[in-house]
């Protein structure tokens, strides 16, 4: 066996060829992987765990649920309870998007030792509706005509309250006066002297309030959180954060339910504080149109945003706020408006500094608003060294100017256009959320959070969070303070709307700077903007 | 140089080429751990959508992307080395028809993440095409390590 110089090279002439391929992608891999880790290494961010809660032991805590209508069903089924239509529409929604998880993310879901005990709705069809489905023989529930009989009955430790706006604080005050633990859906208040109430009510009572803002409970909310703290934005001067719908459901435009008339809706008691007017199913249904009942962008969808980021800055109630906006996109009567800009001015707000001391200081909260739009507009918060995108996932960007990152922007390891951090919680897991409206809530990190990849409804961990601490104590993370900042800072901003002036919070007194000649609470409620044309029977 | 030996040169090429993209693809996903095809195989479209979104199940992905890796090496390997660079053409075939059939340039479909124009035809499934044609025009009698196999039979 002889081989020639010219056989090995023909015969073994691959080799080399091979090791250089495998040495290029290799060093390639590894060098690129080594660049990643040095910059994370130096922005030193954890990725937040889900939170840990002791568990709901002991006897089921009987929960009552106050207002059976959209949110009342969905707050149910984060409690475990699903009415059979929902259980037969998602079948078949499944049938023709197999991707549709709804369901199996609701069988999947960890079961809480709770008892529907009671349900309050004056529609009803809405009350038999929750009947149907979740009395049986061994836990019968009842039906109760009013929230104070329910409340009073002895018989329910705490309430969801899902009604809406101007039933929000009494219902709240009267369960905390009674010692029946709260939850309420946002906004926490419809007026600012009940807000006031309200917080003393809570602070007086030993039952457990919590406000639903269930974003708190989204990973990347706290990883968000983590983030800021450790100054990787650097001074945060600006936040933008936006609302953009196109669609019915968005607009509030419910289905006006074929079976409501005079005889299943319980009107006087939908009105109450609420000027009086004839039974209107517009009004019934669509109540977040009207100033009477709802708060519109302000109350229903500028709370969100506040709160999601006052969760992560812990920035408390704006100096001051200004805004603008009107009925631009959906004329049909309504009196809130459709187009809103919203600025809130937090002049000594600061989060500390790469530069110089006493250079940077204040930020402004910069919420804009349309109905008649639905490109994504995802909310940014630009800071000094960065730029974050907050949403499910969270995106940084280093800026051109930053003092912080300036060497390694200057060496080629950074650069503006290229995100330095990215940190999705879901990356493991297929999304499929099917509707605009329910997208438009998942982009920002309403509704899904992903614990070790698996989809967790977030108001399922709220409601959990706040039924251990009825059970074994500790906080909720949005109890009465965050409530009231919420509650204060929508407020001014309705008021502001209104009055097209700016309005003023006096941190020392902690109230909102009266303005001579208004009563503000008046002009918050006033539903003058009321067509009366389009008060009619619909 | 008579004309056989032009088209063995010129199909000794092609392999080379096709040996070192493969090669490539798989060392690159072997040195990065956090690479995975559950991106590419989550948003198939066309006819086997469903085949490829289970292929993406968390239960299946771990060897779903070993086992792809293992195959884009295997290839790049066999034809770099010139040695069962049949089997190699086949695991190539065979790789490139499921990610020609799990984004297929079909009419009506979006094409994600392409750099070029396609219907019908891309660049899978020309590769397809010449990997067929390695398949039967096995060159590493002439550049590989079965040369000196051949070597060896005739010293004998």
Same mark, same amino acid.
């Given at each position: ?313 812990? *920035? ?11 009925? &631009?996109?959906? =004329?049909? %009567?309504? /009196?809130? $408006? +459709? ?68 060497? *390694? ?11 330095? &951090?990215?940190? =999705?919680? %879901?990356? /493991?897991? $297929? +999304? ?107 | ?156």
């Amino acid at each position: 066996m002889k081989w020639t110089r010219r056989d090995l090279l023909k015969g073994l002439g691959g080799l080399p060829i091979l090791g250089a391929v495998w040495w290029a992608g290799a060093s390639n891999t590894v060098g690129k992987r080594r660049e990643r880790s040095v910059i994370l290494e130096q922005l030193n961010i954890q990725p937040s765990l889900p939170p840990a809660v002791p568990g709901i032991s002991g006897e089921p805590i009987r929960v009552g649920i106050i207002g059976f209508g959209i949110r009342g069903e969905q707050l149910c089924r984060s409690l475990g309870f699903a009415t059979k239509e929902w259980i037969e529409d998602m079948k078949v929604e499944v049938q023709e998007n197999p991707n549709n998880k709804g369901l199996e993310d609701f069988m999947n879901q960890e079961k809480l030792n709770v008892q529907l005990a009671g349900v309050c709705d004056i529609f009803d069809y809405r009350a038999e509706r929750a009947l149907n489905s979740f009395s049986t023989e061994e836990n019968k529930i009842k039906r109760y005509g009013t929230y104070q009989e329910m409340i009073q009955s002895g018989e329910i430790d705490a309430v969801v309250i899902a009604t809406p706006d101007h039933w929000h604080a009494p219902i709240a005050i009267e369960a905390l006066n009674n010692g029946v633990h709260v939850y309420v859906e946002k906004p926490m208040t419809h007026t600012i002297e009940e807000t006031y109430r309200l917080r003393e009510a809570a602070n007086n009572s030993n039952a457990v309030f919590a406000v639903g803002h269930q974003h708190r409970q989204t990973l990347s909310f706290r990883t968000a959180r983590d983030i800021v703290e450790k100054g990787t934005l650097g001074h945060v001067s600006l936040i933008q954060t936006n609302t953009n719908r196109n669609d019915d459901n968005g607009a509030w435009n419910y289905e006006l339910h074929e079976k409501a008339n005079p005889n299943t809706i319980d009107w006087q008691q939908f009105l109450g504080s609420a000027p009086q007017i004839p039974f209107n199913k517009n009004h019934f249904f669509r109540w977040r149109k009207w100033w009477a009942y709802g708060s519109g962008l302000s109350g229903d969808l500028l709370t969100h945003d506040y709160d999601r980021l006052n969760c992560v800055l812990n *920035m408390g109630i704006p100096e001051s706020v200004m805004a603008s906006g009107g009925v &631009y996109t959906h =004329n049909d %009567g309504r /009196n809130v $408006p +459709d187009v809103m800009q919203v600025n809130m001015e937090f002049p000594n707000f600061t989060m500390g500094s790469s530069q110089v001391k006493g250079k940077e200081r204040g930020m402004t909260f910069c919420y804009s608003a349309t109905l008649g739009n639905g490109f994504n507009r995802p909310t940014i918060l630009m800071g000094h060294d960065g730029t974050m995108e907050l949403g499910n996932r969270l995106t940084i960007w280093p800026d051109g100017g930053s003092t912080r990152y300036a060497e *390694m922007l200057e060496n080629g390891k950074m650069s503006p256009g290229i995100p330095i &951090y990215q940190y =999705n919680p %879901g990356a /493991n897991a $297929p +999304d499929a959320v099917s509707s605009a409206t329910s997208q438009y809530f998942a982009d920002k990190g309403l509704m899904w959070t992903y614990i070790d990849g698996k989809r967790v409804d977030s108001t399922f961990l709220h409601m959990r969070e706040w039924l251990s601490a009825i059970r074994n104590g500790g906080k909720v993370s949005c109890g009465i303070k965050e409530g009231f900042e919420e509650a204060i800072a929508a407020h001014m901003a309705g008021l502001s709307w209104k009055l097209g002036k700016r309005i003023e919070w006096d941190r020392e007194t902690e109230t909102i700077k009266p303005i001579e000649g208004v009563d503000l609470d008046e002009v918050l409620l006033s539903n003058e903007m009321i067509r009366t044309d389009y008060i009619t029977v619909s | 140089m008579e004309k056989k030996s032009k088209i063995e040169i010129s199909v000794i090429i092609l392999r080379v080429l096709i040996g070192w993209h493969f090669l490539y693809e798989g060392i690159v996903k072997l040195y990065n751990p956090d690479w995975t095809a559950f991106g590419y195989l989550a948003s198939a479209q066309g006819p086997f959508k469903s085949v490829f979104s289970a292929l993406a199940n968390e239960s299946v992905i771990g060897w779903v992307d070993t086992l792809n890796m293992a195959a884009l090496m295997v290839v790049g390997i066999t034809l770099l080395l010139g040695i069962f660079e049949k089997m190699g053409a086949i695991v190539g075939i065979g790789l490139l028809a499921m990610y020609y059939l799990s984004h297929p340039p079909f009419p009506g479909l979006t094409q994600l993440n392409v750099e070029g124009n396609y219907w019908l035809v891309n660049k899978n499934l020309i590769e397809m095409a010449a990997l067929l044609l390695l398949y039967h025009f096995p060159t590493g009698y002439r550049f590989g390590i079965k040369n000196l196999r051949k070597h060896k039979t005739v010293a004998q």
